[in-house]
């Protein structure tokens, strides 16, 4: 599955006007199909060019991702 997404300002911005932080909406068939429910904790890490989001449920983590 593969949808387009923009990355939404959030927070409050600072003293010249800009934000430093986003957030992305997922509609739940997308969580569904990742094997997650609304209010899952997860495990974010950042990448060169991607943002990988893995459950918190399994029992090794992916590092080399």
Known sequence: MVRKKKLSP???KDQQ????NVH???HEDELTVAGLDIGDEVFVRVRKDK???QSTDQ???EHDL
Request: no cysteine; charged share 10%; proline share 0%.
């Open 17 to 20: 006007g800009e934000y430093h």
């Open 10 to 12: 959030s927070g409050t």
């Open 24 to 26: 992305l909406n997922l």
């Open 51 to 53: 943002i990988i989001i």
């Open 59 to 61: 029992e090794t983590v």
